[in-house]
């Protein structure tokens, strides 16, 4: 499976913004658990979302809960995390990727994601 992130760019804080995932490959992604991940410079890459095969479960980080909102279009092929009230803090790089294991409500370590994109930066301005 191949992952390409799109969307991201340089806002102001209180903005929105929304990433995409498009996947590839031999598969589609409404065989694997999808999530979203961030990593500041300097700072161990961190959870912010999942969401499961068919799209009814999904769980976030509670930094981002009630602002990013993650989705999916499995007829697409493509994976979305929509960001609102965007902070300074949520600057990051964010990678989208995907699981083969079975969906979980706790937090996911970053190895139990299987395929990962090259990522896409994000830039909250104060």
């Known amino acids: 499976v191949q992952l390409v992130e799109s969307g991201g760019g340089w806002v102001q804080a209180g903005d929105s913004l929304t990433l995409s995932c498009a996947a590839s490959?031999?598969?589609?992604?409404?065989?694997?658990?999808m999530g979203w991940f961030r990593q500041i410079s300097g700072k161990e890459r961190e959870f912010v979302a999942q969401i499961s095969r068919g799209g009814r479960n999904t769980n976030y980080a509670d930094s981002v809960k009630g602002r990013f909102t993650i989705s999916r279009d499995n007829a697409k092929n493509t994976v979305y995390l929509q960001m609102t009230s965007l902070k300074p803090e949520d600057t990051a790089i964010y990678y989208c990727a995907a699981d083969r294991g079975l969906y979980s409500d706790s937090v996911p370590r970053v190895t139990n994601y299987d395929y990962w994109g090259q990522g896409t930066q994000v830039t909250v301005a104060s």
């Open positions: 490959g031999r598969t589609f992604t409404s065989n694997y658990v």
